[in-house]
């Protein structure tokens, strides 16, 4: 949608449709579609004014919020055109447009690697300290670590060889009215875990204003948290409801009530004043349509006994009777199951619950948390609520909320708990609540759904599995929308993405991955590196442009057979977002990368959560190493792809060169140095312009790249800044130790499963071909609400109690343990610095007394100087005691600071003749390996 006032409208951030589907008669004029829309029900026949900045369709269907486009297919008359025009030529959806400077790139990037052999050759022949064998021996292992570190450059590089920017070229509507195709169904998955409920809820919120037609669209919450019985769970539920009640009456009132002034033309306001006028007329009228619902619908939920019952002219006359056998009945059942909400309530049973009594009901109401959601659906829906709120207009305490628009606002809960599910592999009996609107106006579907953890929960991946497999069929949905729980989507998110999976080569497809953004970070100020800005710029862009672009567990659009066809999220890495990417572009299938910011995240601040999180990633990296045939993926993907995944599970194994960087400065000092120079000239030019010059030249390429532009992109587009190339080497450094402890977690994790699953034979082939999941069964309408819903009750016993597996308390999962391990293996980096600064202190002591030693003191200083650089940002964060506490202690200006000042001690230290203590240990040998070395 285009205009002024799509910007201030809220309705317009949203589809939803009226209601033809669940069997509501709703009609467009005859002669203008665009005119009053007229509804037809039990009582008669009234017309409902159209609200104008949501388009009305000129085709026959139903009303569709997306720019005039119909839901449906074209009429008749225009098909044979259409298909003529289909076979003629087709219209290419997206292009994917090379960097400007791509090629300069690629020939500096061949120059680095031949230049780099050139240089090994040169320090294997001319530069070995041969003193004595142990210093040998100390020479060939620092060349041995400065060939790994080449070696993890190139693979790194690799990635840049040939990055392309994806510009789409035609939008949604367009493709699907040019392929005659209606909207896909989409299903977006909010996975929740141990976040706050405030987030969560601010997150399906913005994934229920989706842009797109709303009975297509359904919004799920994955609640993964240890104990159902917990607050968090129910809190979850209550937000699922809240805003799919202020979601449905919001846009019920805006169908009833005309939010918008008089449109003026040009001849009654020349210079333009009205229209400035009407635009805030009309923004302050939707504004308070919006309090006037928000508020409504919190006092529904807080209050919704008080409604249907708070005086005798108020209370229902179907709530005075006394309760029948049919409620006596259904009472006894839930009574019997201890209220269990692993429980399926059929059609007949919400009939039954329509005539409860309001004793019954609050029977129900106190019997499960779970159960609420269901009552206050029966409360919404009887005479006293429309009763009390016919009072509040008389009293002018609403104006916008009236019961005309409440009468159209019909929804229903759907509660289909189950015991037993198809594949008990990831779940041991599942909680669902479903919302539905019955009016005749739609709002996106909402879910909620968790499940009761299995031996084995295999984490997120098995909460996904669980609603893949055990929760929806194939024709719930054709698209599946991933989202943590703090990722916030763009409203265009869906139309930005899904162009993709509809070009020539879409049905290849498998996802489409949007970079993560994270909002409480700055470029100025990310000490902890969240922003990874290289790797959502280039290495994306890179990757993409062979269809290998990795998915990185959030922000991705799947279709859903791709993701059938290989098992669903994979197992047996923490890290499963990766792996999951790697198996489908081994079955084939292939992804891209829409570089847009087409949602907004939150990060983790503190150093604990950080290195937590690092560790996990890590030790993914680790298992995913071992678990893969490498062989295999260089045979199906080809060289260039199995590098692009090998250099995603190296960087843990690359821990202890920073070690030995770290070390080198104080090994220099005491003992003895790897690197004999005779010319210095010819080691600047084969040595220090390779390796230190070129990876720099190439960076800064990289960030000054050109790269095409979009002109009708909703967002920014993720592109390096120079902050982030400098953040990229000190994490290098920073998180050394906290990859190195990811060795032994991801040791145990494969001797566990090795040990689980009796492998005798190549683990790595074992694993990557076994099934991950049992097969869904072929009864494909077991998992269908309306299956469940419409089974017959006389069948039907009070389920037995079923000892399953122990639910875990939320408490115990959280480890205070490894929270504080994580924060002492920060201490090698405090170590590091120190041994570092300690070494350029004792450097400038020994080697600033005779000309032929400056040489080592600029060695010592260089090498020194660049592990203090790198490290020196994380030390505030380990030390501060809250976020607020030093907020620019870490940034590039307090780095510059502290460098400095470094620099300045030194230059003091160097210019003070006193404290000179050449002679020291001459004579014990102490500097005699240092000084032979590098005598001309």
Same mark, same amino acid.
């Given at each position: 949608m285009t205009g002024s006032n799509d910007a201030a409208a809220p309705s317009t951030a949203v589809g939803y449709q009226l209601n033809q589907r669940r069997g509501s008669n709703v009609k467009a004029s005859s002669k203008h579609p665009s005119d009053a829309i007229s509804i037809e029900n039990d009582k008669g026949k009234r017309s409902l004014k159209k609200h104008p900045d949501l388009p009305q369709s000129k085709t026959r269907g139903f009303y569709d919020p997306l720019a005039g486009l119909q839901s449906t297919l074209p009429d008749d008359d225009d098909e044979m055109q259409q298909v003529i025009t289909l076979e003629s030529h087709k219209t290419c959806v997206y292009e994917a447009k090379p960097y400007y400077s791509h090629s300069i790139l690629t020939i500096t990037f061949f120059v680095y690697f031949f230049w780099s052999l050139g240089y090994f050759a040169y320090r294997a022949v001319e530069t070995l300290n041969d003193e004595t064998y142990f210093t040998l021996?100390?020479?060939?292992?620092?060349?041995?670590?400065?060939? #790994? !570190?080449?070696?993890?450059?190139?693979?790194?590089?690799?990635?840049?060889?040939?990055?392309?920017?994806?510009?789409?070229? &035609?939008?949604?509507?367009? =493709?699907?009215?040019?392929?005659?195709?209606?909207?896909?169904?989409?299903?977006?998955?909010?996975?929740?875990?141990?976040?706050?409920?405030? =987030?969560?809820?601010?997150?399906?919120?913005?994934?229920?204003?989706?842009?797109?037609?709303?009975?297509?669209?359904?919004?799920?919450i994955l609640d993964d948290s240890s104990n159902f019985r917990e607050t968090r769970g129910w809190a979850h539920v209550q937000s699922m409801e809240r805003n799919f009640l202020t979601f449905l009456l919001r846009q019920s009132v805006y169908l009833v009530y005309d939010a918008n002034a008089p449109d003026s033309t040009i001849i009654d306001d020349p210079q333009g004043a009205l229209k400035e006028t009407e635009e805030r007329l009309k923004a302050s009228v939707k504004e308070a349509i919006d309090s006037e619902v928000q508020w409504f619908v919190e006092y529904f939920l807080l209050n919704a006994w008080a409604v249907a019952s708070e005086a005798d002219h108020l209370v229902p006359a179907e709530s005075l009777g006394m309760p029948d056998n049919s409620e006596r009945e259904l009472l006894a059942e839930l009574r019997a199951d201890d209220f269990s909400a692993y429980r399926t309530f059929t059609e007949e049973d919400l009939e039954r619950l329509d005539r409860f009594t309001i004793d019954g009901l609050q029977v129900l109401w106190h019997g499960s948390a779970f159960f609420?959601?269901?009552?206050?659906?029966?409360?919404?829906?009887?005479?006293?609520?429309?009763?009390?709120?016919? !009072?509040? /207009?008389?009293? /002018?305490?609403?104006?916008?909320?009236? +019961?005309?628009?409440? !009468?159209?606002?019909?929804?229903?809960?759907?509660?289909?708990?189950? &015991?037993?599910v198809p594949n008990d592999v990831v779940s041991a009996g599942n909680i669902r609540i479903d919302f539905e609107p019955t009016g005749e106006v739609y709002a996106p579907r909402g879910s909620y759904l968790r499940r009761r953890k299995p031996a084995i929960p295999h984490n997120k991946a098995g909460n996904i599995n669980n609603a893949l497999f055990n929760e929806s069929t194939e024709s719930d949905m054709e698209f599946i929308l991933l989202l943590d729980a703090d990722q916030q989507p763009h409203p265009d998110f869906l139309l930005r993405? %899904?162009?993709?999976?509809?070009? @020539?080569?879409?049905? /290849?497809?498998?996802?489409?991955?949007?970079?993560?953004?994270?909002?409480?970070?700055? +470029?100025? @100020?990310?000490? *902890?590196?969240?922003? /990874?800005m290289e790797f959502y710029g280039p290495v994306m862009e890179g990757r993409g442009a062979y269809g290998a672009a990795p998915f990185v567990g959030t922000n991705a659009v799947f279709r859903r057979r791709c993701l059938c066809e290989v098992g669903g999220i994979m197992y047996n890495s923490v890290t499963e977002d990766m792996y999951t990417g790697m198996k489908l572009h081994t079955a084939g299938y292939k992804s891209l990368y829409h570089n847009e910011v087409l949602a907004l995240g939150s990060a983790p601040v503190d150093i604990k959560e950080t290195l937590e999180q690092r560790k996990r990633w890590a030790q993914g990296a680790v298992e995913i190493f071992s678990l893969t045939p490498w062989n295999l993926l260089r045979r199906r993907l080809g060289m260039r792809k199995m590098l692009y995944n090998l250099d995603s599970c190296?960087? +843990?194994?690359?821990?202890?060169?920073?070690?030995?960087?770290? *070390?080198?400065? *104080? %090994?220099?000092? %005491?003992?003895?140095?790897?690197? #004999?120079?005779? @010319?210095?000239?010819?080691?600047?030019?084969?040595? $220090?312009?390779?390796?230190?010059?070129l990876p720099r030249v190439i960076n800064y390429m990289i960030l000054r790249a050109k790269r095409p532009h979009e002109e009708n992109r909703v967002a920014q587009s993720l592109w390096v800044e120079p902050t982030d190339l400098w953040r990229a080497e000190q994490t290098y450094f920073a998180f050394a130790g906290t990859y190195l402890s990811s060795w032994h977690a991801g040791r145990l994790a494969i001797k566990n499963l090795i040990r689980k699953y009796n492998v005798k034979r190549s683990l790595s082939m074992w694993n990557w071909n076994r099934e991950f999941l049992n097969k869904p069964t072929p009864k494909v309408d077991v998992t269908a609400p309306a299956a469940l819903t419409k089974a017959a009750t006389a069948t039907k016993k009070p389920a037995a109690k079923k000892k399953g597996p122990t639910e875990q308390t939320f408490r115990t999962s959280i480890k205070d343990g490894d929270q504080i391990k994580n924060t002492r293996l920060f201490m090698w980096n405090v170590a590091l610095f120190a041994i570092n600064i300690f070494a350029m202190v004792i450097a400038l002591?020994?080697?600033?007394?005779?000309?032929?030693?400056?040489? *080592?003191? $600029?060695?010592?200083?260089?090498?020194?100087?660049?592990?203090?650089?790198?490290?020196?940002?994380?030390? +505030?964060?380990?030390?501060? !005691?809250?976020?607020?506490?030093?907020p620019y202690a870490s940034s590039y200006h307090a780095h510059n600071i502290m460098i400095g000042s470094i620099l300045g001690i030194l230059v003091v230290l160097f210019l003070a003749e006193n404290l000179r203590i050449c002679n020291i240990g001459q004579s014990g040998g102490i500097t005699k390996g240092i000084i032979s070395g590098y005598k001309a």
């Amino acid at each position: 949608m285009t205009g002024s006032n799509d910007a201030a409208a809220p309705s317009t951030a949203v589809g939803y449709q009226l209601n033809q589907r669940r069997g509501s008669n709703v009609k467009a004029s005859s002669k203008h579609p665009s005119d009053a829309i007229s509804i037809e029900n039990d009582k008669g026949k009234r017309s409902l004014k159209k609200h104008p900045d949501l388009p009305q369709s000129k085709t026959r269907g139903f009303y569709d919020p997306l720019a005039g486009l119909q839901s449906t297919l074209p009429d008749d008359d225009d098909e044979m055109q259409q298909v003529i025009t289909l076979e003629s030529h087709k219209t290419c959806v997206y292009e994917a447009k090379p960097y400007y400077s791509h090629s300069i790139l690629t020939i500096t990037f061949f120059v680095y690697f031949f230049w780099s052999l050139g240089y090994f050759a040169y320090r294997a022949v001319e530069t070995l300290n041969d003193e004595t064998y142990f210093t040998l021996a100390y020479s060939v292992a620092f060349i041995i670590v400065e060939f #790994v !570190s080449f070696v993890a450059s190139i693979l790194h590089l690799n990635n840049f060889t040939n990055p392309v920017t994806n510009i789409l070229v &035609e939008k949604l509507p367009d =493709i699907l009215r040019r392929q005659k195709k209606d909207y896909p169904n989409v299903n977006a998955y909010i996975c929740c875990y141990k976040e706050p409920p405030s =987030i969560v809820a601010e997150t399906m919120m913005k994934a229920m204003s989706l842009t797109y037609p709303a009975d297509k669209l359904t919004v799920g919450i994955l609640d993964d948290s240890s104990n159902f019985r917990e607050t968090r769970g129910w809190a979850h539920v209550q937000s699922m409801e809240r805003n799919f009640l202020t979601f449905l009456l919001r846009q019920s009132v805006y169908l009833v009530y005309d939010a918008n002034a008089p449109d003026s033309t040009i001849i009654d306001d020349p210079q333009g004043a009205l229209k400035e006028t009407e635009e805030r007329l009309k923004a302050s009228v939707k504004e308070a349509i919006d309090s006037e619902v928000q508020w409504f619908v919190e006092y529904f939920l807080l209050n919704a006994w008080a409604v249907a019952s708070e005086a005798d002219h108020l209370v229902p006359a179907e709530s005075l009777g006394m309760p029948d056998n049919s409620e006596r009945e259904l009472l006894a059942e839930l009574r019997a199951d201890d209220f269990s909400a692993y429980r399926t309530f059929t059609e007949e049973d919400l009939e039954r619950l329509d005539r409860f009594t309001i004793d019954g009901l609050q029977v129900l109401w106190h019997g499960s948390a779970f159960f609420r959601p269901l009552v206050r659906a029966v409360l919404w829906r009887r005479s006293g609520l429309s009763n009390y709120l016919r !009072s509040l /207009n008389m009293d /002018n305490k609403l104006r916008y909320v009236t +019961p005309e628009a409440l !009468s159209i606002a019909h929804y229903r809960v759907l509660c289909l708990g189950r &015991e037993v599910v198809p594949n008990d592999v990831v779940s041991a009996g599942n909680i669902r609540i479903d919302f539905e609107p019955t009016g005749e106006v739609y709002a996106p579907r909402g879910s909620y759904l968790r499940r009761r953890k299995p031996a084995i929960p295999h984490n997120k991946a098995g909460n996904i599995n669980n609603a893949l497999f055990n929760e929806s069929t194939e024709s719930d949905m054709e698209f599946i929308l991933l989202l943590d729980a703090d990722q916030q989507p763009h409203p265009d998110f869906l139309l930005r993405t %899904l162009p993709y999976f509809y070009a @020539d080569s879409g049905a /290849n497809t498998a996802f489409i991955q949007t970079p993560q953004f994270f909002k409480n970070i700055y +470029p100025a @100020d990310d000490p *902890l590196g969240h922003r /990874n800005m290289e790797f959502y710029g280039p290495v994306m862009e890179g990757r993409g442009a062979y269809g290998a672009a990795p998915f990185v567990g959030t922000n991705a659009v799947f279709r859903r057979r791709c993701l059938c066809e290989v098992g669903g999220i994979m197992y047996n890495s923490v890290t499963e977002d990766m792996y999951t990417g790697m198996k489908l572009h081994t079955a084939g299938y292939k992804s891209l990368y829409h570089n847009e910011v087409l949602a907004l995240g939150s990060a983790p601040v503190d150093i604990k959560e950080t290195l937590e999180q690092r560790k996990r990633w890590a030790q993914g990296a680790v298992e995913i190493f071992s678990l893969t045939p490498w062989n295999l993926l260089r045979r199906r993907l080809g060289m260039r792809k199995m590098l692009y995944n090998l250099d995603s599970c190296i960087y +843990p194994f690359l821990s202890p060169t920073a070690f030995f960087y770290g *070390l080198s400065p *104080l %090994l220099m000092c %005491l003992w003895a140095v790897p690197i #004999v120079v005779e @010319d210095p000239v010819i080691f600047v030019i084969v040595g $220090v312009l390779p390796v230190m010059i070129l990876p720099r030249v190439i960076n800064y390429m990289i960030l000054r790249a050109k790269r095409p532009h979009e002109e009708n992109r909703v967002a920014q587009s993720l592109w390096v800044e120079p902050t982030d190339l400098w953040r990229a080497e000190q994490t290098y450094f920073a998180f050394a130790g906290t990859y190195l402890s990811s060795w032994h977690a991801g040791r145990l994790a494969i001797k566990n499963l090795i040990r689980k699953y009796n492998v005798k034979r190549s683990l790595s082939m074992w694993n990557w071909n076994r099934e991950f999941l049992n097969k869904p069964t072929p009864k494909v309408d077991v998992t269908a609400p309306a299956a469940l819903t419409k089974a017959a009750t006389a069948t039907k016993k009070p389920a037995a109690k079923k000892k399953g597996p122990t639910e875990q308390t939320f408490r115990t999962s959280i480890k205070d343990g490894d929270q504080i391990k994580n924060t002492r293996l920060f201490m090698w980096n405090v170590a590091l610095f120190a041994i570092n600064i300690f070494a350029m202190v004792i450097a400038l002591l020994r080697f600033n007394c005779h000309p032929e030693q400056i040489w *080592l003191l $600029v060695v010592v200083w260089g090498f020194a100087f660049s592990t203090c650089w790198h490290l020196w940002s994380f030390i +505030p964060m380990a030390i501060r !005691s809250s976020e607020n506490q030093w907020p620019y202690a870490s940034s590039y200006h307090a780095h510059n600071i502290m460098i400095g000042s470094i620099l300045g001690i030194l230059v003091v230290l160097f210019l003070a003749e006193n404290l000179r203590i050449c002679n020291i240990g001459q004579s014990g040998g102490i500097t005699k390996g240092i000084i032979s070395g590098y005598k001309a």
